[in-house]
């Protein structure tokens, strides 16, 4: 870049004739070229880090939702999922409303209701202790969440595979 402009310099301040104008331009031409693809490495390097950022966050909290521990650590919150990948709570929101038109909290409500229903579908677990199961103090707050996300009761979900 540097040399680029010592082209344009020079040629500025050399005795101009008919070409001066079009090399003046043709190095203008070239700066923005590297300036374009400079921009554009900028926004594939993000792409990438939020991918990764995502992916560590989709483990994150599969393992958190499927480890024995979970009925003595509750409910995974959005401070505890930041810290954990290292990014502040109000970035790691506004970059899952960018990809997914969610915020953190309701991506962790969406992936705490996907294993209530691997639960409910695959065990005989009572609808308590599936909730004791995924951290809640309260079964009527966990009830209140499914029926909230999926629009029918746990009852009435368990039932539907029956």
């Known amino acids: 870049l540097n040399s680029i402009i010592q082209n344009i310099r020079q040629e500025y301040h050399s005795n ?3 070409f001066s104008k ?3 331009i043709s190095h203008v031409e070239t700066l923005l070229s590297y300036s374009e693809r400079f921009y554009s490495r900028q926004f594939i390097t993000r792409e990438k880090a939020n991918h990764q950022i995502l992916e560590r966050l989709e483990k994150l909290l599969i393992d958190y ?8 650590r509750a409910l995974p ?8 990948l290292n990014v502040s709570a109000s970035y790691l929101s506004s970059l899952l409303r960018e990809v997914t038109g969610q915020n953190t909290q309701q ?4 992936k705490l209701i996907e294993k209530a229903k691997e639960k409910l579908s695959t065990t005989n677990l009572s609808i308590s202790e599936i909730a004791y199961d995924l ?3 309260h079964s009527q707050s966990f009830s209140k969440l499914f029926k909230t996300k ?8 368990r039932q539907s595979f029956n």
Request: hydrophobic content about 35%.
């Open 16 to 18: 101009i004739d008919k």
């Open 22 to 24: 079009q090399i003046i």
């Open 65 to 72: 939702f499927n480890s024995d521990d979970l009925t003595m």
């Open 77 to 84: 919150s959005v401070q505890y999922v930041s810290e954990e």
């Open 107 to 110: 991506h962790i409500h969406d």
């Open 135 to 137: 951290g809640f103090e």
């Open 150 to 157: 999926t629009n029918v009761s746990p009852l009435r979900f």
